[in-house]
């Protein structure tokens, strides 16, 4: 996973790869759908443009949730697929993209609730300044 979304100096997440850090391996289509044929279109052409891929984020969180992905891959030694299940050798495709009118966040946004069970299991605090800030 870290080879595209690795980690900043600091230890913060730098998220989603600019589309040039894409192309330096996917230069061509990987496999034989029409969907990537059309998605590699989209993307020379967007290089072309020096623009980035307008992704649509499953797991955008609130401004007043902090999660620190360093804190659990790094010293925690968490695997990505603990709490991202579609990804590592996923065949399936992603759901269509929905988000909440009001919010604007997907539903798929990791509830309060996933958190705390973790924690809990791996016997870490719960208290509310751990991920609220």
């Known amino acids: ?3 595209c979304h690795a980690f900043r100096k600091d230890g913060t997440f730098s998220g989603i790869p600019p589309l040039a ?3 330096e391996c996917h230069e061509s289509a990987q496999g034989n759908s029409k969907e990537e044929a059309d998605f590699i279109k989209l ?3 967007l290089k072309k443009e020096n623009k980035n891929v307008p992704w649509l984020i499953y797991s955008e969180q609130p401004d007043n949730v902090f999660f620190s992905h360093a804190a659990h891959v790094k010293m925690a030694k968490q695997k990505c697929e603990e ?4 990804v590592g050798g996923k065949t399936d495709k992603n759901p269509v993209f ?3 009118w009001i919010s604007g966040y997907a539903p798929e946004v990791m509830m309060m609730e996933t958190c705390e ?3 809990m299991k791996k016997g870490k605090s719960n208290a ?3 991920c609220h800030k």
Do not use: P, S
Request: glycine share 0%.
């Open 1 to 3: 996973c870290e080879d």
């Open 21 to 23: 850090k894409c192309m």
């Open 43 to 45: 993307a020379e052409k």
């Open 83 to 86: 709490c991202h299940k579609m």
């Open 98 to 100: 929905k988000y909440k």
């Open 117 to 119: 069970a973790c924690h």
């Open 128 to 130: 509310c300044f751990v």
